[in-house]
Nanobody, 123 residues
Framework: VQLQASGGGLVQPGGSLTLSCAAS????????IGWFREAPGKEREGVAC????????VYEDSVKGRFTISRDTAKNTAYLQMNNLKPEDTAVYYC?????????????????WGQGTLVTVSS
C-alpha cells in the first residue's frame, strides 16, 4: 500500500489549492480515504474523509463549506479542494487509507499514511 500526497504550496488568504493523493497497492473503492493535517505544535487532526463504498463524506467543522473531498476511482486518486483558505489552515496535510470502507476523522481508524504536503496560507 502506498499513498502519495501532493499539491501543497504557499497561498494567500482567501486563495485556493487542490491536494491530490495517488494511491496504489489496494482496491481503491473498498476503503475510506481521509485527509488529516498537522499544524506546528498541534496534534494531527482529521479534516475530511470519503467512505469506500457508499460515497459518504465527513468534514471537520472548521472546513465545512470551504473544503471538498472527492475521488477518481479510475485514477486511484483522491482530492481535497480547499477554497477560501485561512492562515489557520497552515499545516502539513496527509492522506490516509482507512482500515475499512467506513470513514470517520479518528486517526486510529487509518492504517496507512502518505508522506504529507505542506500548505502555507500567508500574505
Amino acid at each position: 500500500v502506498q499513498l502519495q500526497a501532493s499539491g501543497g504550496g504557499l497561498v494567500q488568504p482567501g486563495g485556493s489549492l487542490t491536494l491530490s493523493c495517488a494511491a496504489s497497492g489496494f482496491t481503491f473503492e473498498n476503503y475510506a480515504i481521509g485527509w488529516f493535517r498537522e499544524a506546528p505544535g498541534k496534534e494531527r487532526e482529521g479534516v475530511a474523509c470519503f467512505s469506500g463504498r457508499f460515497s459518504a463524506t465527513v468534514y471537520e467543522d472548521s472546513v465545512k463549506g470551504r473544503f471538498t473531498i472527492s475521488r477518481d476511482t479510475a485514477k486511484n486518486t483522491a482530492y481535497l479542494q480547499m477554497n477560501n483558505l485561512k492562515p489557520e489552515d497552515t499545516a502539513v496535510y496527509y492522506c490516509a487509507r482507512g482500515s475499512s470502507s467506513y470513514c470517520n476523522l479518528l486517526r486510529t481508524s487509518y492504517s496507512y499514511w502518505g508522506q504529507g504536503t505542506l500548505v502555507t496560507v500567508s500574505s
